[in-house]
């Protein structure tokens, strides 16, 4: 266990999500040092004190806590096992923790490679969007090995509010996949219900202080039904990396021979706004599927 004095932690992503998560860390009086693509993303933690460095491979030689949330599958692995990568250049007893939304399969290789090298290694995946990263109430599925888990829960702490052990590498990402599962189908039966209310000539707003708390509750329901009333599609989780995820989770659910028949749906009209321009929306953009 690393204690908060030797604790310098590395962070790589500073989009939409990261970019709150890391500042959590800052305030809590880690010593940061951060890496993106497009280092204007950083600028606001840098200001505030974080350090900035020029490449994973530098944050990998600086930090012995490392968190990552980047985009896609292929950003992971680029991050993590190309040549500048994290585990061709990180430390023994470096804790690594992936929370983007990624492969099982991925997670696992990482683990395995990153074990080689004595670097412990997590699949953290999240839940909350927007909101919850900036509020710091996360919900953080992880898979690895229990020890490791138990020697990162405080930092986890300052991002999030329910945090589980999962089980073996990959339990994360695959418990990321209920999660996306079960997003995708519900996201569908919210805006039809918003759609079906404007429809029937009823006031959303008021329609939603009915439902939001009833049977039909959802964190979608609350959080985003709001948004698509007021016409608001800014990005707190993109459609382009929503459609990833159903993309993974298709993938895994036809390698276990599962029918997944709403996720299937849930991306085949995700994909036909991607197709018109829609990809950079926030995923309550679906709304606009009614509108085309």
Known sequence: MLHNKDTIIGFIGTGVMGKSMAGHLLNAGYPLVVYSRTKEKAEDLIGKGAKWAASPKEVAEIANIIITIVGYPADVEEVYLGENGIIPNGKENTYIIDM???????ATKIYTEAKKK?????????????????????????????????????????L???IVYQGKAGSGQHTKMCNQIAIASNMLGVCEAVVYAEKAGLNPETVLKSISTGAAGSWSLSNLAPRMIDGNFAPGFYIKHFIKDMNIALQEADAMGMETPGLALAKKMYSELAEIGEENSGTQALYKYWDR
């Open 100 to 106: 983007t939304t990624s492969t099982p399969t991925l």
């Open 118 to 158: 004595g670097i412990f290694s997590l699949d953290a995946p999240v839940s909350g969007g927007d909101i919850g990263a900036k509020e710091g109430k996360l919900s953080i599925m992880v898979g690895g090995e229990e020890e490791a888990f138990l020697a990162m829960e405080p930092i986890f702490r300052h």
């Open 160 to 162: 999030g509010t329910n």
